[in-house]
């Protein structure tokens, strides 16, 4: 399990296949050795970045806390060079992605970064075209809404094609507290897009190491229905879902925000090395961008496009990799350079895993009035 200070889990992360557990064992010796090797361990496809949701979204902070929602309201102030535009990968694009990560030896396709894979046309036939390739992991976060409002039966899909990691980000237990956080999305259909994926997992229709998460962005609204416990008894125990992970809310781009429900310290890098860039990589929608971790939102340390007609010379997925760009942020974090404010790394600086949070405790005992404090 990573060692992101930011991300924890309820209970022990399950127990999978010999082959699955070799593919994390690498993934952990990433971590130790700060080693690269000469290729990712995980890729991060991003089959879609467009999303059905606003999370977080109120009437008095309509951008909301999520990342691609957050470049929304960067475009909408006219700066459109610094941000992401939206769109759905182009299926040949897809499938030569994941021929060169099965080439060098990829364990884990992840079918997002932002936004939500199931509103992608293609994706039940993606997740297939991946298993074919063998990949010990197939991952993907989810609204549970997406393509799901269309096709009561997508999830179930889903895991028929081979998910491996299917993980909800449900954020709540009931119904009122989920249309607060989760904007726009609809509780009806988060839990029948749940069901009928337990329900085929527990009819043997999925894949052998599949697990099913219920994850939480831990917020002042949901904080006391995961610390009293009633989150999980409802996800696990209702629901079926395998396991949870809780995230702490924390807002891009240094916005004080009155969700938080936990107070945040930087990290030196005497403290903390990422293990990121040593393991994980992600490639944009459009093929315009590569990136050394999931964290990278501005863009700032691009490996190259892997399609032609870009800003610069088409590369690889493996190229990207070795690049001199993805290389000088390990250094950054081998040298524990990269909290130096004149010579070090700004992305690092504001990313959300050089910060520390401690949760605080918030009474469930009415309305908490959410609103931006400053920005
Ligand atoms: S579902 Fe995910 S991508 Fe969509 S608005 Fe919510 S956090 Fe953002
Ligand atoms: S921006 Fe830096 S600290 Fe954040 S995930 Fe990437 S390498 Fe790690």
Redesign the pocket.
């Known amino acids: 399990m990573s060692k992101d200070p930011t991300f924890r889990v309820l209970v022990d992360a399950p127990k999978r296949s010999s082959v699955y557990e070799a593919y994390r064992e690498e993934w952990d010796r990433r971590e130790t050795d700060l080693d690269a090797s000469d290729h990712p361990v995980h890729a991060d496809i991003e089959t879609v970045a467009v999303c059905d949701l606003r999370c977080g979204s109120t009437e008095e902070d309509p951008k909301g806390f999520c990342q691609i929602w957050t470049h929304e309201h960067i475009r909408m102030q006219g700066m459109e060079d610094f941000s992401y535009q939206r769109g759905y990968m182009d299926p040949v694009l897809y499938g030569r992605l994941i021929q060169q990560c099965a080439d060098i030896g990829v364990s884990s396709i992840k079918f997002n970064y932002r936004g939500e894979p199931s509103l992608h046309p293609r994706i039940v036939s993606f997740i297939r075209e991946a298993k074919a390739l063998g990949f010990p992991d197939l991952m993907m976060n989810t609204n549970g809404n997406g393509g799901a409002r269309k096709n009561k039966k997508l999830f179930r899909q889903i895991v028929e094609a081979g998910i491996t990691d299917l993980m909800y980000s449900v954020d709540a237990c009931d119904e009122v507290t989920y249309h607060r956080q989760r904007v726009g999305g609809q509780w009806d259909i988060l839990l029948n897009s749940v069901r009928e994926s337990v329900n085929a997992r527990n009819e043997g229709k999925g894949a052998k190491d599949l697990k099913i998460r219920a994850s939480v962005v831990r917020t002042k609204i949901n904080a006391d229905d995961l610390d009293s416990g009633r989150m999980e008894e409802f996800w696990r125990k209702e629901m079926g879902v395998d396991w949870m992970s809780i995230s702490e809310c924390y807002l891009p781009a240094g916005a004080q925000h009155s969700w938080q429900a936990a107070h945040w310290t930087d990290l030196t890098a005497a403290e903390f090395q ?1 293990s ?2 040593f393991r994980r990589m992600v490639v944009t929608w459009d093929g315009r961008h590569t990136m ?5 939102f501005t863009l700032e340390i691009d490996g190259g496009p892997v399609v032609s007609g870009a800003d610069a010379p088409m590369t690889t997925v493996q190229k990207a990799w070795l690049s001199p760009n993805f290389d000088r ?1 390990r250094k950054a ?1 081998r040298d524990r350079t ?1 909290d130096n404010k004149a010579s070090g ?1 700004p ?2 600086q504001s ?4 910060k520390k949070p401690t949760p605080i405790q918030v009474p469930k005992d009415g309305r908490v009035h959410l609103r931006v404090l400053s920005s």
């Open positions: 990422c990121d860039p050394p971790c999931c964290q990278g942020l974090h990269w790394e992305i690092c990313c959300a895993v050089t």
